[in-house]
């Protein structure tokens, strides 16, 4: 399963456009590109997915570079109720077991 | 109302007894999960399951054991090899390796 890195936190304010990076150089062929939210004591909930290009819909973009060795969570016009973690996984690739590994996440806080 | 439900929320334990979480879903999917998350920190896998009857270890297995003799319910069992056992337990479950996996509210365990 391919690695991933991003950002251990991030601030910004609310109605500001916050953008979270991920790398993950070691992506295969066939990895998908997923990122979940997770707030204190619950879950995480599954935000997007997208495997190249861009994908978009009612709470956030995704932006896929050429070479998919990261990609780009966008929330646009960010408020308190979106102070989270962001968990981006690549997978599953060459790997036919179905597992599903989180790395550490990206704590967002969003400030007045 | 189609979901992932874990019971219970809270669960107190005294050190050297065993104790099952419970995990089921009505969602009809294949593959469930089971992860332990401490605080501050991200998501590490347990156990997971993708059909009926089988199961593979995680990443931290030792000191826990599962059954998958349902396909809607995979019931994790903390046993006294487990030496910290105090954490928060998410189940999830997906239709399968490719597409978004659905979390239960967890359960929190406090061993005592």
């Known amino acids: 399963l391919a690695k991933t890195t991003q950002p251990i936190s991030m601030d910004s304010y609310e109605g500001q456009e916050v953008n979270i990076t991920c790398s993950h150089n070691n992506i295969a062929t066939n990895d998908y590109i997923t990122w979940y939210q997770q707030f204190p004591s619950q879950g995480p909930r599954f935000i997007i997915q997208g495997y190249k290009t861009k994908v978009t819909n009612e709470v956030a973009s995704l932006f896929i570079p050429a070479d998919r060795k990261s990609s780009t969570l966008s929330l646009p016009r960010v408020s308190l109720s979106d102070t989270a973690v962001y968990y981006c996984l690549v997978g599953p690739g060459q790997d036919s077991a179905s597992k599903i590994i989180f790395g550490s996440g990206t704590r967002l806080s969003i400030r007045p | 109302d189609g979901g992932i439900t874990q019971s219970p929320k809270y669960l107190f334990r005294k050190e050297g007894q065993n104790v099952t979480l419970s995990c089921e879903q009505n969602l009809n999917h294949d593959a469930m999960y089971w992860y332990r998350q401490d605080p501050g920190q991200g998501l590490r896998l347990i156990y997971y399951?993708?059909?009926?009857?089988?199961?593979q270890k995680g990443d931290i297995a030792e000191g826990y054991s599962v059954s998958r003799e349902k396909k809607e319910s995979f019931p994790l069992t903390v046993t006294s090899a487990q030496k910290n056992p105090t954490a928060f337990y998410l189940c999830?479950?997906?239709?399968?390796?490719?597409?978004?996996?659905?979390f239960g509210q967890g359960t929190r365990l406090t061993v005592v």
């Open positions: 999830a479950s997906s239709a399968d390796k490719n597409t978004e996996a659905f």
């Open positions: 399951s993708q059909i009926v009857n089988d199961f």
